[in-house]
Each structure stands twice: as C-alpha cells, then as structure tokens.
Nanobody, 119 residues
C-alpha cells in the first residue's frame, strides 16, 4: 500500500491550501484516515481524523479553520486549510488505517508535504 500526498506549499497568513492523500495498492477496506503535522523541534501531532462513517475530530487550534473530508470511491482524504497562521507551518503527513484481504489491520504513513505560512 502506498500513500501519495500533495497540495502543500507556501502561502501568506490568512490564505488557504488543500491537501490530498490517495491510497493505492491491495486494500480491502480503509477505516480511519487522518492528517498529522510536525513542526521543527516539535513532536508530531494529530491535526484531524475522519472515520469510515464520516465522523470527524480536530485539535483545538484548527477547529473552525480546517476541514477534513474523504472520497471513499477514490481512497482519498482531504484537508482544507483556511485562515492559515504562521504556527500552522509544518510537514503534514497523512495516515490511514487499512484492513487487508486477510482482515489484518494495518497502518500506513504518507511521505509528508511541507506547508509554510508566512506572516
């Protein structure tokens, strides 16, 4: 299974970006999908998560600004980021929980995409 993330870049404070992450390979079912981020010198943190049923959760610092969504037909998760702040600058990683055809739960990480917000 491979995860391909895209959509990062450089944006001014107050701007928007949309991240995408597509899973490919031998997949029976994708359960939860999420986005994490890691800023320099800091631990990786969960930003947003969405279950297979569409329930979502966010860290407090992005509530009202970020929206996570998924397209199950495309095995893709999105993160719409609005009203970006310099403190949102980080490498963003997608993460998915997958069941393979043997019903074994597996977890995968994407390669990371850089988001830089200038003040």
């Amino acid at each position: 299974v491979q995860l391909q993330a895209s959509g990062g870049g450089l944006v001014q404070s107050g701007g928007s970006l949309r991240l995408s992450c597509t899973a490919s390979g031998t997949i029976f079912k994708i359960n939860a999908m999420g986005w994490y981020r890691q800023a320099p010198g800091k631990q990786r943190e969960l930003v947003a998560r969405i279950t297979s049923g569409g329930s979502t959760a966010y860290i407090d610092s992005v509530k009202g600004r970020f929206t996570i969504s998924r397209d199950n037909a495309k095995n893709t998760v999105y993160l719409q980021m609005n009203s970006l702040k310099p403190e949102d600058t980080a490498v963003y990683y997608c993460n998915v929980d997958i069941l393979d055809w043997g019903n074994i739960p597996l977890n995968y990480w994407g390669q990371g995409t850089q988001v830089t917000v200038s003040s």
